[in-house]
């Protein structure tokens, strides 16, 4: 899977639409194999994106769970620790 989709469940806030978008516009690059589209597949690409984009938000809106909304700052410094091991950078 793409290093660059995140998830976007069980986060309080709720992903935005930007966020959805973003990731679906990440998933149809990462299966076509293309970063920007030629001029004849922009379209199909765009559609892609579109329904996706709406896949996805239907499944934030329907998910459940029981555990507790995860906090995107304590995420995101997990995240950043992971990456200084990985990396073998300091730790933000």
């Known amino acids: 899977m793409c290093r660059n989709i995140k998830p976007l469940f069980n986060f309080e ?24 589209p030629s001029k004849v597949n922009e ?14 938000q239907r499944l934030m809106d329907t998910l459940v769970t029981n555990a507790e909304p995860r906090n995107r700052e304590v995420e995101a410094q997990k995240s950043r620790e992971r990456n200084a091991i990985r990396f073998g950078t300091k730790e933000v």
């Not at 639409?17 to 516009?25: C, N, P, T, V």
């Not at 379209?43 to 996805?56: G, H, R, Y």
């Open 43 to 56: 379209a199909v690409f765009e559609q892609a994106v579109q329904d996706i984009t709406l896949i996805a």
């Open 13 to 36: 806030p709720v992903a935005t639409e930007q966020e959805i978008a973003a990731a679906s516009l990440q998933f149809v690059r990462k299966i076509s194999g293309f970063t920007a």
